[in-house]
């Protein structure tokens, strides 16, 4: 009934160059139609593959019975299988996201290290034309700009979509064509779902609108795609003015910015990859305008709003978690490179490096402590013979709220010996009496 739709498939790969005839591919395997409708159809074209399955124990038994489905295709195909289980719930309550941000980030991480392991070229997932609709209208409702009204791309990276040409319903008679079961997963009917909630509900209140409604969305998908293509050149050449990468910061110049013709929009183009979403952009301008000191954050980094720059760099952690150095034990396990040498005191030359400690050996009570900084904390800088607060010492250097969050300290016992980065104690500095010398170098 739909034999030519693997002379479409072909096609559809060949013109978007997806792969080519001697690359192993894995394929992602849930046990539903369409994915087995991409085995099958790759299985035609005598491609190399192989099929991966991530079990997330989100309905119990079903879950496991998707599983031995996928096992049993696996035989019938005479296919290799990889199969990965997933705590997909704790993992989602652990990083503070939705059940379906967790599933995605797990699924992909996986697939990324069994594609080196395996040696395959890519990852084929069984996207189509339906989910492309739905995700652009998912991201109308997120807010994220034309790129995300451009739908579903057929290559993002390693990961290849070759079944974006046709529908759902056209998979459907394919499956039918071809005799072939499959399994239907029952969440894809939870209405607490968005996705879910856009197919069964939204899109068929649109068709009774107008019956070409997907038709037409998948038309507008092309010109949103033309148009962000002209909106990328702009940007690109804009952004090598407005913004820079310094060490393992973003930053991006306020007062440059604001005098651009579309500040909104070069803003949230320079801060999409960051994490920032739509509806965070306007924010962000406005308090550009505002006190300095402002911070936002996205679910994988920090933005500081400080005098004249937008500053972006990735979210520190703020655990109260402490680590221990012995300088004559090396320990990898560690959340900063550090490197430590004791010399003789006639070894010693002072090095002016704010990465670099010298300290007195001696002086000092091991093991080491590292830690962040804390409410209350003081030491006594090098060259001041009375103590201070850190919080007022990152005031007087001028330190932003950002590389203050980002700061560990050194301490000895209940004492601090170094800010990290910025000043030792004048307690344990290295002095005409010290007879071995810690130096201790942060890593870059």
Known sequence: ????????????????????????????????????????????????????????????????????????????????????????????????????????????????????????????????????????????????????????????????????????????????????????DSSNQDLRFIRNRIRHIILPEFEKINPAIRQIIKEEQVLMGQAQQIIDGYTESKIKELAEYEEDQFKISISRLTEEEFPETLLFEMLRPFGFHGRQIRQILLATDSIPGKIFSSPTHTLLIDREHIFVTIRFDESNERFYIDPEMPDNDLPLAIECKVLENFHFKPVADPGIACLDYDKLDLPLILRRWEKGDYFYPLGMDHSKKVSDFFIDQKINRIDKGRAWILASGEQIVWVMGHRIDNRFRVTEETRRVLEIRMGR
Request: charged share 25%.
């Open 1 to 184: 009934m739909k034999a030519d739709l693997l002379e479409r498939f072909i096609d559809f790969s060949e013109s978007n160059s997806l792969f080519q005839p001697k690359d192993q591919i894995i394929i992602a395997l849930s046990g539903g139609g369409d994915s087995l409708a991409l085995v099958d159809l790759f299985s035609r074209m005598n491609q190399p593959i192989v099929l991966a399955h991530c079990n997330f124990k989100l309905r119990e038994r079903e879950s496991d019975q998707d599983e031995e489905f996928v096992r049993k295709i696996s035989v019938v195909y005479d296919l290799p299988l990889y199969v990965k289980e997933f705590d997909t719930l704790g993992y989602a309550g652990k990083k503070g996201i939705s059940v379906e941000m967790a599933a995605r980030e797990l699924r992909y991480s996986w697939f990324d290290s069994l594609r080196m392991e395996t040696s395959c070229v890519s990852v084929a997932v069984a996207h189509h034309s339906d989910d492309s609709i739905e995700t652009m209208l998912i991201n109308l409702i997120r807010g994220t700009g034309i790129r995300g009204l451009t739908g579903i791309r057929p290559l993002q990276g390693n990961v290849i979509r070759p079944l974006l040409f046709c529908s759902r319903s056209e998979i459907t008679k394919y499956l039918e064509y071809r005799h072939l079961e499959y399994r239907n």
